[in-house]
């Protein structure tokens, strides 16, 4: 099918070129991590539906609904990550940013639903991963030491895995945050960079596990729905979830026509030639002080 990654995921190609420039073949080292131990990861899928008045490429009319919700969701996790994972601490700082912009907000919104009509206010569109570096830097402004953004030119420019060595690499192991956007479906998508281990980035993706471009078992979707990608990428699936440990329950939910894990994106691990193979095009860091 199109975009399928390589299953077996051989130590040749990215992989050892990554080798090669980090000097490290230990697969299982975390080389680093960011705020880990802080970060709570959020699916899109269960946001409610917004009005943004500025964000008129979404459907129903102007108004974004869950599924195409990736922008503030992964930025969600960064904020969250950001604050030492104080959650509620985020909510009330966006809740006030809000109130202090003129707006209003549902007592039933989440923290996603929150940062979508705060980034509305601000006369922004949801859709672009930069949008978001900058609602990152309004919102947590004591928190921040600078905004990093490392555009598509660049990284075509020095290389996917010089940019990962030399910009996303130091950068976690001083405390950074990370989101980026890639080809993860066909009209692009924006994940939450959790971590960077030897053999591969561990991602937080709010849709679910991505098993090629464009294929993916969404969260809290119907098993039934997911037989076939779960016989065709299951070396990919396994790849995926075997951080998370939620293989058996899908397998499981699979064999009883059940539903997948509400969580399936969550620490999602890449091989090297996985993550290429998407073509990351865009990464926003944001740096502590």
């Given at each position: 099918?199109?975009?399928?990654?390589?299953?077996?995921?051989?130590?040749?190609?990215?992989?050892?070129?990554?080798?090669?420039?980090?000097?490290?073949?230990?697969?299982?080292?975390?080389?680093?991590?960011?705020?880990?131990?802080?970060?709570?990861?959020?699916?899109?899928?269960?946001?409610?539906?917004?009005?943004?008045?500025?964000?008129?490429?979404?459907?129903?009319?102007?108004?974004?609904?869950?599924?195409?919700?990736?922008?503030?969701?992964?930025?969600?996790?960064?904020?969250?990550?950001?604050?030492?994972?104080?959650?509620?601490?985020?909510?009330?700082?966006?809740?006030?940013?809000?109130?202090?912009?003129?707006?209003?907000?549902?007592?039933?919104?989440?923290?996603?639903?929150?940062?979508?009509?705060?980034?509305?206010?601000?006369?922004?569109?949801?859709?672009?991963?930069?949008?978001?570096?900058?609602?990152?830097?309004?919102?947590?402004?004591?928190?921040?030491?600078?905004?990093?953004?490392?555009?598509?030119?660049?990284?075509?420019?020095?290389?996917?895995?010089?940019?990962?060595?030399?910009?996303?690499?130091?950068?976690?192991?001083?405390?950074?945050?990370?989101?980026?956007?890639?080809?993860?479906?066909?009209?692009?998508?924006?994940?939450?960079?959790?971590?960077?281990?030897?053999?591969?980035?561990?991602?937080?993706?709010?849709?679910?596990?991505?098993?090629?471009?464009?294929?993916?078992?969404?969260?809290?979707d119907a098993a039934?729905?997911?037989?076939?990608?779960?016989?065709?990428?299951?070396?990919?699936?396994?790849?995926?979830?075997?951080?998370?440990?939620?293989?058996?329950?899908?397998?499981?939910a699979i064999k009883?026509?059940?539903?997948?894990?509400?969580?399936?994106?969550?620490?999602?691990?890449?091989?090297?030639?996985?993550?290429?193979?998407?073509?990351?095009?865009?990464?926003?860091?944001?740096?502590?002080?």
């Amino acid at each position: 099918g199109e975009g399928v990654y390589d299953q077996n995921a051989p130590k040749t190609g990215v992989q050892k070129q990554l080798d090669d420039l980090i000097n490290d073949e230990d697969p299982g080292k975390f080389l680093g991590i960011g705020a880990d131990d802080d970060d709570e990861y959020k699916s899109q899928r269960d946001n409610e539906a917004v009005y943004l008045s500025n964000s008129k490429s979404s459907t129903f009319g102007n108004r974004i609904v869950g599924d195409i919700q990736c922008n503030v969701t992964s930025l969600s996790m960064m904020l969250i990550a950001m604050n030492s994972g104080d959650e509620d601490g985020v909510i009330e700082i966006v809740k006030e940013a809000i109130k202090k912009s003129g707006g209003t907000y549902k007592s039933s919104w989440g923290i996603e639903e929150l940062l979508a009509k705060y980034t509305d206010l601000q006369g922004s569109s949801v859709f672009s991963s930069s949008t978001m570096g900058k609602m990152a830097k309004k919102l947590m402004s004591t928190k921040l030491s600078k905004v990093e953004t490392i555009w598509e030119q660049q990284i075509k420019s020095d290389g996917l895995l010089n940019v990962v060595k030399d910009k996303i690499l130091p950068a976690l192991k001083e405390g950074a945050e990370v989101i980026l956007s890639g080809k993860f479906t066909h009209g692009g998508h924006i994940v939450f960079l959790r971590s960077l281990k030897s053999d591969g980035p561990v991602i937080n993706d709010p849709y679910g596990a991505c098993l090629g471009i464009g294929q993916y078992m969404k969260n809290g979707d119907a098993a039934s729905k997911n037989k076939s990608k779960f016989n065709s990428y299951n070396e990919v699936l396994k790849r995926r979830l075997s951080i998370n440990g939620l293989y058996d329950k899908v397998e499981k939910a699979i064999k009883e026509n059940g539903t997948l894990p509400a969580n399936m994106g969550q620490d999602n691990l890449y091989s090297w030639d996985d993550f290429a193979a998407i073509n990351p095009y865009r990464f926003i860091i944001t740096h502590k002080k």
